[in-house]
């Protein structure tokens, strides 16, 4: 087993020096305003690099301050983007490194997954893989101390990927990250259009929505299914995309934050 994953993206999706990495993180909680509403189970957030989706991610990451010290397990799924694989991909690894230190791995749960068949090993599935790694940093600032369990999603139905999410449920101490962007590379108004109806789905826990709409659509069905049985209550907290951030309009990525409560 290898020590760790070493950060792939900082230095470009976030910031690699520790000081301005936590200035940054701490400048966008603060814009994100005092959490309120239900403690979240899950949250939804979107994954690009900082100047782009930070402050929608930091919507949802702001609600977890009353938790800290309380959460000690985060379940982390994101959909991959350099390396395909079939079903949901564990790291052999036992740490995941960022700028603010290491994160260790819940070894033991993860164990815990191997008789399904829809979990593979593999560290070359997560080593450039960006999906998952820029919210470790959020997480770090918010939380604490924690372990984590990240689950790099290929194609897999949402049975496939709610089956492994009530593996590792939990209870309070636990708490699930889904990783995702919306709409890709649509103008600025038909992006508008059709976030907002992909933002209505995901409220009506729907369970079959389509990669050109999310990037993180095999996640994210698999967690709208085991939600809507659980009874959870989704929130939208923010919704924009890269043309109301720091790109331009012609070719926009989406980006929204939800937070689901349980009841």
Known sequence: MTPNRPPA???????????????TIDQLLRAAGTPSGL???????PHAGYIYSGATAATAYARLAPLKGKISRVV??????????????????????TPLGDIPLDLEAMAGLHDLPQ???????????????????????VLGDFRLVPLAVGEASPHDVAEVLDRLWGGPETLIVISSDLSHFLPYAAAQQVDRAT???????????????????????????????????PELLELCNSGDTAGDKQRVVGYAAFTLSEP
């Open 9 to 23: 993206v900082a230095g470009t999706f976030y910031p690699n020096q520790p000081a301005v990495l936590l200035a």
């Open 39 to 45: 403690p979240p189970k899950v949250l939804i957030v």
């Open 76 to 97: 982390l799924l994101g959909p991959t983007h350099r390396v395909a694989v079939n079903g949901l991909a564990l790291p052999e690894c036992a740490a995941f490194a």
């Open 119 to 141: 979990i593979v090993r593999s560290d070359r599935v997560h080593a450039q893989e960006h999906s998952l790694e820029v919210h470790l940093p959020f997480l770090q600032q």
């Open 199 to 233: 933002c209505q789905q995901i409220l009506h826990l729907a369970t079959n929505i389509e990669p050109e709409q999310a990037c993180g659509a095999f996640p994210l069905n698999g967690l709208l299914l085991t939600a809507g049985r659980r009874g959870l209550q």
